[in-house]
DNA sequence: TAGTGGTCTAGACCACCGT
DNA sequence: CGGTGGTCTAGACCACTAA
């Protein structure tokens, strides 16, 4: 292969062949050439397809794997990785029981689904334009019958035509799950602001604790392929049984 | 190399041969035989010395690369990382102004720091028999001249022998350097479990803010080499104009 | 210019999976 | 058994750094 066609590697935006490689199989998952579950080509295929040798295609998987876009299994295949799956469940939830490590049943309700204007904080998390419509569900989730989360999630409302609390409501895994399956919108990373409040009347009341009760304040900010922004959240953690868990790497 | 030597392939204890040469190269580390900030041999020379490939050396580095422990810099060679750099500063301290993105000139006072025996709950986190000596040190962190960060940090005293208020509070720079620097311990990895509380009476005052003001109580667990536990903390964050920032990948 | 890490290749063999 | 990902090798060349 010539120099040219490797990347310009004398021009400033010089990219190794693995990292463009990679750039055409992440254009091929956010196409839906190859939808989530399903399997992609064997690595030696698409270095035939690309005329490139199959360690360079694996150099690109293995950054792709590391970013939870896809799962390797030995023997079987890479496979797209999707929010259908019992291992993708708390990757975004950070909330932990104080005993034991792993959240016992939870179950979900539905406060409120409807469509609005963006008011200008979502409308700058959203990269939207100011008015622009958007979909706010509010929502409790409880752990074994106690309420711990209240959450706000606000949507972009081109991207989730036809969402109702209904369909929400009825739908019963993942919200993240929903939003792949249903709209076609893979959530990627996110980012967290977390801060102690005290709960107003209207939080505690729906969280059953008194008003004043210390709560956490998550702000998250979920991304698309291509650092899209495309989901907003406030959500209201009690963490009087719980706790947020982190690591530090 | 022969199959045996390479790890035992059909044992349950199989490793491949990359990540036994990490194994090496971590006892290296570990035993101080580098130090950090020093340059470690270069692959071609580890590859010879262990009589395996360059590219194997290459991945045993890798992951070592990924897990903080070595910086490798092209046309230099890699380095032991060390807690002395501009970029460790913030890698085990989450917390963030709410506008701007890098905290502000920041500074630690020391409020207490004395050995006395384990309680059950420090005992515990650093795996240590009740009542073995441990290294109790109590500072205030302020950003701007505002209070804002209340720590408790307990230390195993066997292994910060000589740790007095006075060497703490005249060393500039990240406590983590200090005890890399001064007493071999370096920390790796750490793990958070973060809550919403309101400020007792005592630490209200410390931190300058009302009784009952919401906080951030921050619990980590800091690991050095082979997961072992050397640090418990126990931090009360003030999150008016701050956030504890987080990455979901 | 010499030495380092970074990329890419081609080929071999192993471990794992389903048939 | 055939096909997949996983490991390991040997060698080439490139990019970056310091002397």
Wanted: net charge positive; with cysteine; charged share 25%.
């Amino acid at each position: 292969m010539k120099a040219a066609a490797r990347g310009e590697r004398d021009a400033p935006t010089f990219s190794p062949l693995y990292r463009q490689i990679k750039g055409l199989l992440t254009r091929s998952l956010q196409s839906g050439e190859w939808k989530p579950g399903e399997l992609i080509p064997s690595e030696t295929e698409l270095a035939t397809r690309f005329g490139v040798s199959q360690g360079t295609v694996r150099k690109a998987i293995d950054e792709l794997a590391a970013e939870n876009l896809v799962v390797r299994r030995q023997g079987r295949g890479t496979y797209v990785a999707t929010h259908h799956e019992a291992r993708a469940q708390f990757r975004f939830l950070r909330l932990r029981p104080d005993q034991g490590s792993v959240p016992g049943p939870m179950d979900s309700r539905i406060l409120e689904c409807r469509r609005l204007r963006a008011p200008v904080e979502a409308a700058r998390a959203l990269q939207l334009r100011a008015g622009e419509a958007v979909v706010l569900i509010r929502r409790l989730l409880c752990f074994e019958g106690q309420p711990t989360v209240l959450d706000e999630i606000w949507l972009p409302g081109a991207q989730f035509r036809g969402l109702t609390g209904e369909r929400v409501a009825a739908y019963t895994g993942p919200l993240y799950g929903l939003f792949e399956s249903e709209f076609g919108v893979r959530m990627i990373r996110a980012t967290e602001r977390v801060k102690a409040v005290a709960a107003d009347a209207a939080t505690a009341e729906a969280l059953a604790v008194p008003v004043g009760e210390p709560l956490l304040l998550v702000e998250r900010i979920t991304f698309t392929y291509e650092d899209r922004p495309v989901e907003m959240r406030r959500g209201f953690y009690v963490t009087r049984g719980h706790h947020y868990r982190n690591e530090l790497g």
